[in-house]
DNA sequence: AACTGCTCCAACCGCCCTAAG
DNA sequence: TCTTAGGGCGGTTGGAGCAGT
């Protein structure tokens, strides 16, 4: 049994809208505010899904958005964030007022991609592009790791293809394969507590008062992160943890803070 | 003018997470 | 504890607009 539809497909407008969409759409959040996407459209006379008003709104109606070209001062925020948080776009935009994620996405894929290619800069791992990729990769588990099966994980969920038939050779490999898109995700979610934070020096004073915010500005535009910092539970590398350093002790890209606590911390511009 | 290729971005899709029952 | 609806998110797509030929 799958989910049901989030509407009722064949009675819903697809692709750009009118005016006469947007207005309603807007005088029915000024009246009655946002939330309940889902009998939005039908209590505001939209043919809409309402995952489609809540886009619509969200990426292009709101008031408060700023429209028009980044400013160099978003550009480098948006790639220092990016270097922290890869493709986490909501939190990106969280940290631009008047921004989207969808804008951020796309600003993304269409300009800065490319700025960072043309300063010899690999997109996604912000370091050189002729550099061996010594870094840690959150969305690949080390290859000899054997990663055990989830809870969640049915032999159902993994035993059809688009042809209806597979064998057990390709039942394991979807296994596997699935796992290893778990990965990382799961690394992150269950077994590192992951302290996402920008600080300004690489002193071990520094490391401690540096768990904090960002240092910005008064348009908050204005960001000093030239480091950057992961923390995990006690006790542990966090490199040994991802399966880069075989044994527990400490590593050269891990320091150990006066909780005990082991902090991973790599130069972002190296 | 017509065609082609490229860029950009709004919108859609499908999956995941979470709260409520 | 389990199920399900709803919301949120990241990846992808499609089409409008533009430049070059």
New binding site residues.
């Given amino acids: 049994?799958g989910?049901?539809p989030?509407c009722e497909?064949a009675h819903?407008?697809?692709?750009?809208?009118t005016k006469e969409e947007?207005q309603r759409l807007i005088e029915y959040i000024r009246v009655h505010g946002?939330?309940?996407?889902?009998?939005?459209p039908k209590a505001a006379g939209l043919l809409?899904?309402?995952?489609?008003?809540?886009?619509?709104w969200?990426?292009?109606?709101r008031p408060d958005l700023k429209?028009g070209?980044f400013t160099p001062e978003e550009d480098e925020l948006i790639i220092k964030l990016h270097s922290l948080?890869?493709?986490?776009?909501?939190?990106?935009?969280?940290r631009l007022p008047g921004r989207?994620?969808?804008?951020i996405?796309?600003?993304w894929?269409?300009?800065i991609k490319?700025k960072l290619i043309s300063r010899g800069l690999n997109p996604q791992t912000h370091r050189p592009l002729n550099e061996n990729s010594t870094h840690l990769d959150f969305n690949s588990p080390p290859h000899d790791l054997a990663l055990p099966l989830r809870k969640t994980e049915s032999i159902e969920e993994n035993n059809c293809t688009s042809s209806g038939t597979t064998t057990d050779e390709e039942q394991q490999q979807q296994q596997q394969q699935?796992r290893k898109?778990?990965y990382g995700?799961?690394k992150c979610?269950q077994k590192l507590n992951l302290e996402l934070s920008i600080g300004v020096g690489p002193t071990q004073s520094e490391l401690t008062r540096a768990s904090s915010n960002f240092a910005e500005s008064k348009q908050g535009v204005e960001v000093h992160c030239n480091y950057q910092f992961l923390e995990v539970k006690q006790g542990v590398c966090l490199c040994w943890q991802l399966g880069f350093q075989r044994r527990e002790e400490l590593c050269r890209n891990c320091t150990q803070n006066s909780a005990g606590l082991f902090r991973y911390c790599s130069p972002l511009d190296s």
């Fill in positions: 049994m989910r049901s989030c497909k819903t407008n697809k692709g750009a809208w947007d946002e939330g309940c996407w889902r009998s939005l809409r899904c309402g995952k489609s008003c809540r886009l619509r969200i990426n292009y109606l429209r070209n948080l890869g493709n986490k776009w909501s939190l990106i935009a969280g989207t994620d969808n804008e996405k796309n600003y894929n269409t300009h490319r699935k898109e778990n995700q799961e979610n």
